[in-house]
């Protein structure tokens, strides 16, 4: 059993909003930290319509959802995550911006056996882990995958990768808490993507070469997919709900750590993208979500 009682979650966005909701109903305190103060406010307002549905839909009591939301505090002041005992990462898919929040972690956490947790994609952990070790040498044994999917509060699995120097303890630390938040953690080594993303990605590109090319409408192609393969929905709104920003930056990183330019984002992709069209959370990707 987790033992964890405090944890900051960096990235007031979906997936660190899902992570903090999660962490919260199962028992443990919970500080959002987010640079920009809408998101905060965005994150807020969610948690707060979330759980609430949850009560009306009978699937929580309304003590519980009162004392999980209780239990999150929301931050812009980065010294607020000083003394977690968990800190799990969900910030933008952008290696730079992520080795500059652990070089930071390093020296910030105050208990010497927190765990830096990073919810990536597709970037290595133990490229993640070096940043947090030159800013503190013996850090990268803290540093760990642990992969949450959308939607937090529905998907099952936590993905966990274990870098190069990642201490065994921490792995077994991390599926432990995976399944105290009602996950399944199945674990995958450090190559780009790791298992969910270096399969699933290039078949969302895929959708977007064949909507580029006229093969069919979108609603065609994702109604092949869903009803053809048995698909819960079709890899052009999967890819709207990821954030097609996410996808791009992902595919990325698959053609650059894989070292095979066919993981490129398509070009109609990278278009959605430069209009500001990024899916669900824009209210307008491949579709329109604003009715
Ligand atoms: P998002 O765009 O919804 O949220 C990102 C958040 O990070 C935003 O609130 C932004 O304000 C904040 N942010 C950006 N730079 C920051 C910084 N320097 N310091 C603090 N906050 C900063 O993105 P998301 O979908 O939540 O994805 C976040 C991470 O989770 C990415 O690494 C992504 O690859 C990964 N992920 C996404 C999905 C998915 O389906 N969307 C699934 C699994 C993992």
């Given at each position: 059993?987790s033992?964890?009682?405090k944890?900051?979650?960096i990235g007031?966005?979906?997936?660190g909003?899902?992570?903090?909701?999660?962490?919260?109903?199962?028992?443990?305190?919970?500080?959002?930290?987010?640079?920009h103060a809408?998101?905060?406010?965005?994150c807020?307002?969610?948690?707060?319509?979330?759980?609430?549905?949850?009560?009306?839909?009978?699937?929580?009591?309304?003590s519980?959802c009162d004392?999980?939301l209780?239990?999150?505090?929301?931050?812009?002041?980065?010294?607020?995550l000083?003394?977690?005992?968990?800190?799990i990462e969900?910030?933008?898919?952008d290696?730079t911006?992520k080795?500059?929040i652990?070089?930071?972690?390093a020296?910030t956490?105050?208990?010497?056996n927190?765990?830096l947790?990073?919810?990536?994609?597709?970037?290595s952990i133990?490229?993640?882990?070096?940043?947090?070790?030159?800013?503190?040498?013996g850090?990268?044994?803290?540093?760990i995958?642990?992969?949450?999917?959308?939607?937090?509060p529905v998907?099952?699995l936590?993905?966990?990768?274990?870098g190069?120097?990642?201490?065994?303890?921490?792995?077994?630390?991390?599926?432990?808490?995976?399944?105290?938040?009602?996950?399944?953690?199945?674990t995958?080594?450090d190559r780009?993507g790791?298992?969910?993303?270096r399969?699933?990605?290039?078949?969302?590109?895929e959708?977007f070469?064949?909507?580029?090319?006229?093969?069919?409408?979108?609603?065609?192609?994702d109604?092949?997919m869903?009803l053809?393969?048995?698909?819960p929905?079709?890899?052009?709104?999967?890819a709207?709900?990821i954030?097609?920003?996410?996808?791009a930056?992902?595919?990325?990183?698959l053609?650059e750590?894989?070292?095979?330019?066919?993981?490129?984002?398509?070009?109609?992709?990278r278009?959605l993208?430069?209009?500001?069209?990024?899916?669900?959370?824009?209210?307008?990707?491949v579709?329109d979500?604003?009715t």
């Amino acid at each position: 059993m987790s033992d964890v009682k405090k944890m900051g979650v960096i990235g007031a966005g979906q997936m660190g909003g899902g992570i903090a909701q999660i962490a919260a109903v199962a028992g443990i305190d919970v500080v959002v930290f987010d640079a920009h103060a809408p998101a905060l406010e965005k994150c807020t307002k969610t948690h707060q319509k979330l759980l609430a549905r949850a009560v009306e839909k009978g699937r929580m009591e309304q003590s519980d959802c009162d004392a999980a939301l209780a239990r999150i505090t929301y931050s812009p002041k980065w010294d607020d995550l000083a003394n977690v005992d968990w800190a799990i990462e969900a910030v933008v898919e952008d290696a730079t911006v992520k080795a500059e929040i652990f070089s930071k972690l390093a020296t910030t956490l105050t208990n010497p056996n927190a765990v830096l947790a990073t919810n990536t994609s597709s970037i290595s952990i133990t490229q993640i882990a070096a940043a947090a070790d030159v800013a503190k040498p013996g850090t990268s044994s803290r540093v760990i995958g642990m992969h949450f999917f959308f939607p937090v509060p529905v998907m099952k699995l936590v993905e966990i990768i274990k870098g190069l120097q990642t201490d065994d303890a921490v792995v077994a630390r991390t599926a432990a808490l995976a399944e105290r938040m009602g996950k399944t953690p199945l674990t995958a080594n450090d190559r780009a993507g790791f298992v969910s993303n270096r399969v699933l990605m290039p078949m969302l590109n895929e959708a977007f070469y064949a909507l580029m090319e006229g093969v069919a409408e979108p609603e065609a192609i994702d109604g092949i997919m869903k009803l053809g393969c048995n698909f819960p929905m079709g890899p052009l709104r999967l890819a709207d709900f990821i954030g097609l920003d996410t996808c791009a930056h992902i595919m990325d990183v698959l053609a650059e750590g894989l070292n095979a330019d066919r993981y490129r984002p398509c070009p109609l992709l990278r278009q959605l993208v430069a209009a500001g069209r990024l899916g669900n959370k824009t209210g307008h990707g491949v579709f329109d979500y604003t009715t």
